[in-house]
């Protein structure tokens, strides 16, 4: 998937894509090609072109200053640019992701910046992925477990088709590890 044919020449352009990914790629190369041409004058050539990995991408989540919607936007475009197809949404600075309200609906004006990401990162042939980290809230009982399945059955509702869930900040209990992987599991 994302494999691509460029072909310049003197009677025209043609991009032919493996899939639609790669008639994407194809036409971010053609646009960096006219970009740094001069007199808009792109070489003759044949490119062909592949990705080297299946996951190439961003993912959005550290500890320090928000990025503002503006900037995670400009970032979707570049990405796009240079051919990844990943942006993997988990700020540990918003409260819906993290504890303590990891389980709560999204207010109006958060769910509109959500779907505005989402629609960049479809426009730009990008799966958005949309990640949760209970941290400390997460008690592994039945209840969080419902809450779990209800925050993603809501972010379905707003569009979201590509879920994560990060656990590395979850406190340690006896059998940790091998509750993760129950939970992971169960979730599949």
Same mark, same amino acid.
């Given at each position: 998937s994302g494999s691509y044919r460029l072909e310049i020449s003197s009677k025209g352009i043609s991009i032919t894509g493996y899939d639609e990914k790669g008639? *994407?790629?194809? $036409?971010q190369t053609l !646009? !960096? @090609? +006219?970009?740094?041409? /001069?007199d808009m004058r792109v070489p003759c050539c044949r490119i062909n072109d592949w990705p080297d990995s299946p996951k190439r991408g961003i993912v959005d989540s550290f500890h320090g200053g928000s990025w503002s919607q503006e *900037? !995670?936007?400009s970032l979707i475009? @570049?990405?796009a640019r240079l051919k990844m197809? /990943?942006? +993997?949404y988990a700020p540990k600075d918003d409260p819906y992701v993290c504890s &303590?309200?990891?389980?709560? &609906?999204y207010q109006q004006g958060r769910a509109d910046n959500l779907k505005e990401l989402m629609e960049a990162c479809r426009r730009n042939s990008i799966d958005f992925i949309w990640c949760i980290r209970p941290d400390s809230a997460f008690s592994w009982s039945e209840a969080d477990y419902g809450l779990l399945l209800g925050k993603f059955e809501m972010m379905h509702y707003l569009g979201v088709r590509s879920f994560g869930? *990060? @656990?590395d900040d979850v406190p340690y209990t006896e059998n940790l590890e091998e509750r993760k992987a129950e939970? $992971? /599991? !169960?979730?599949n």
């Open positions: 008639a *994407f790629y194809g $036409i !646009r !960096r @090609l +006219v970009e740094e041409a /001069e *900037f !995670r936007l475009d @570049l990405a197809n /990943e942006y +993997v &303590p309200d990891w389980y709560m &609906p869930i *990060f @656990l939970l $992971i /599991e !169960r979730l």
